[in-house]
């Protein structure tokens, strides 16, 4: 009887719960990621793939869910579309800890702004998932702040590039260019995150 009326009344999944955990997983992440590239070692690096190992976890435990459940808080494709772009922010991260590691690159002035400036937008994209459900107008002015640390980054990374245009050690220009450019991508997957958040708000009030 008790499973038949849990077959018939399913209890509702936490689906915010889960994104706040998400979240949470990958902005340990990004936390080792800006310790790697302030200071690279193999532990960091190492760090830096189990974490993003356990955000995937983290992501198929909550699609699993979703593929069981009929009713949820928020659009299914919205719950989805937000778990897939934050899972790429680890995923951006781990390409760039590992073609660093590959290239035996050695850390400078620029990629460490960047790395920070990415640890500020993720934080303020876990604020904004973390408040999504009960404080929905704080969480805007988290997606705007994590935002406008993506348009800063953007001005970073084009200072960077012009900065290694004028090094006269090619296969460094080229080397160095392509982890500026995972940490670009990471910059848009959390712009595409916020927005999405933003597009959740406009629908539940």
């Known amino acids: 009887m008790r499973k038949l009326l849990d077959w018939l009344f399913p209890k509702e999944k ?3 719960g889960m994104l706040r955990n998400q979240a949470s997983i990958v902005l340990k992440g990004i936390n080792t990621f800006y310790c790697f590239m302030a200071q690279p ?8 793939s189990l974490i993003e190992k356990e955000a995937d976890r983290a992501r198929r435990m909550l699609i699993d869910d979703l593929n069981r459940t009929y009713i949820t808080p928020i659009e299914r494709e919205d719950i989805f579309a937000l778990s897939r ?16 590691q590959i290239y035996k690159l050695e850390t400078n002035a620029d990629l460490k702004v960047l790395a920070d400036q990415l640890q500020n ?5 876990f604020d904004a998932i973390e408040l999504l459900k009960e404080h929905p107008n704080i969480s805007i002015e988290n997606c705007s702040m994590a935002k406008d640390c993506i ?3 953007e001005d970073l990374y084009y200072r960077a590039l012009a900065t290694l245009a ?5 296969s460094y220009m080229f080397k160095m260019r392509e982890i500026y450019r995972h940490c670009y991508h990471i910059g ?3 712009d595409d995150s916020a927005n999405i958040i933003l597009g959740i708000i406009v ?3």
């Open 14 to 16: 936490d689906f915010f």
């Open 203 to 205: 629908k539940i009030t």
């Open 188 to 190: 848009q997957a959390i």
């Open 41 to 48: 070692s193999t532990q960091f690096a190492e760090n830096v």
């Open 151 to 153: 348009d800063d980054l």
């Open 121 to 125: 937008g993720v934080k303020h994209l």
């Open 166 to 170: 004028d090094s006269s050690n090619f």
């Open 85 to 100: 772009s934050v899972d790429d922010i680890l995923d951006f991260a781990k390409s760039a800890v590992e073609e660093f």
